[in-house]
């Protein structure tokens, strides 16, 4: 009995095989089937392979509660909330060949290896040997993703635990130049209230002596007396004690 396909794995099948009828795949194609599809990259006669490869990946994924997703219009494994992009592609081997004039060119065969790549850069890749397939490679592929995803996601937990770290004690440097500026302008309040008491208490004393020096004198006429009625109440406006 021929094995079930995961279904994104049937739909990339089946759209693959439509690919095939085009004589020429557009960007816009392209970039809505890498949007969707698996990345599969191999001609027909390896595409079989391909196929049962990324089924049994998915479904080793699925089984420890992982799973495939798209972002960016790009394919990602994620793991631990991290992503970890792929691809499947057919190896091409890069040829250098010298003509007679001893000039190099250089251009790409098809070989019928599978290779599969990780991350962005694909800085990591397995491929098919003379003595192991890409099939016997499962199992490290994916314990090489698993491990690195989840370096990733205990680094940004810590990261983030740090940067909380960070933030608590910003609030506490800020409360405490909160309280500082507080206790400062109550301070300088105190200090100008002080300076006003006295201001206040001086122009009353005056205002006294003034009062007294014009009854001995005979001379507090009601205009000496709106005066001095004028400057107790400047006294009062001063004085913080009213």
Not at 60 to 85: D, P
Not at 114 to 132: G, H, M
Not at 150 to 163: M, S
Request: proline residues 2%; contains cysteine; hydrophobic residues 30%.
């Amino acid at each position: 009995m021929e094995n079930t396909y995961h279904p994104l794995v049937q739909k990339t099948k089946t759209e693959l095989l439509k690919l095939d009828k085009l004589k020429r795949i557009s960007w816009e194609v392209q970039q809505e089937y890498n949007s969707q599809f698996l990345p599969i990259s191999v001609e027909p006669k390896l595409r079989k392979r391909a196929l049962d490869f990324m089924d049994a990946l998915i479904k080793m994924l699925e089984e420890n509660n992982h799973k495939i997703k798209f972002e960016y219009k790009r394919c990602h494994i994620e793991m631990y909330g991290q992503l970890t992009e792929i691809h499947l592609r057919q190896k091409h081997h890069r040829k250098r060949v010298k003509n007679e004039r001893g000039n190099v060119s250089e251009f790409y065969e098809k070989s019928n290896k599978l290779e599969f790549l990780v991350d962005s850069c694909y800085c990591k890749s397995w491929i098919d040997r003379k003595t192991k397939k890409l099939e016997d490679y499962l199992q490290i592929i994916y314990d090489y993703i698993e491990k690195d995803s989840k370096g990733w996601a205990d680094l940004r937990k810590k990261q983030k635990l740090q940067e909380e770290q960070r933030e608590i004690e910003l609030k506490r440097e800020e409360e405490k130049a909160r309280i500082i500026e507080i206790e400062n302008r109550k301070i300088n309040q105190l200090i100008t209230d002080s300076e006003n008491f006295i201001k206040a208490k001086n122009i009353r004393d005056y205002l006294k002596a003034f009062e007294d020096e014009c009854l001995q004198t005979g001379n507090l006429t009601n205009e000496v007396k709106e005066y001095i009625k004028w400057g107790y109440m400047k006294a009062d406006t001063l004085d913080p004690t009213k």
